[in-house]
């Protein structure tokens, strides 16, 4: 037997410390939580993710009755930009959430299907994405999907 010993880095900021590029990010994704069509979960999530050329593209969580046939927002945004821009790397992406009348305290983090969709963006375009968790209270950065998805089905190395 030989254990395996896996790190995650992530790094935990305030909105202040943001850069204005990362703070513009950041309120793209909160605006794009108002647009989410979440009418059974109550749970609006937005993303917005930034090109290599500049653009920001925005997308959000859309529902479905015949669960689980709707889509999370991380993969709305990085789909409508892979669609839309099929040259452009994604540099960085943005994830917040809304819930209650109010956004949440603490970020969330992409789910499976997301990281790995996440880490799809990252191969094709031979270029780590910083993602940023917006929380009111602390904002999450990491650096590349690899610190949110250990051992990936394909990887930038592969």
Do not use: W
């Amino acid at each position: 037997m030989k254990p395996v010993n896996l790190q995650t880095k992530v790094t935990i900021y305030c909105y202040e410390e943001l850069n204005s590029a990362e703070k513009s990010l950041i309120d793209k994704a909160k605006e794009a939580t108002s647009r989410a069509y979440a009418p059974y979960s109550k749970f609006s999530v937005g993303a917005a993710a930034l090109l290599q050329n500049g653009e920001i593209v925005t997308g959000n969580n859309q529902e479905n009755v015949a669960f689980p046939s709707g889509l999370c927002a991380e993969r709305t945004t990085l789909f409508y930009a892979n669609s839309q821009y099929p040259d452009q790397a994604v540099l960085s992406l943005a994830i917040a959430a809304y819930t209650g009348g109010d956004f949440l305290a603490r970020p969330i983090s992409p789910c499976g299907s997301c990281r790995q969709v996440i880490l799809e963006t990252e191969t094709r375009y031979r270029h780590p994405i910083r993602i940023l968790l917006y929380g009111k209270e602390e904002i999450y950065v990491i650096e590349g999907i690899q610190n949110l998805l250990p051992l990936a089905f394909g990887s930038l190395t592969d």
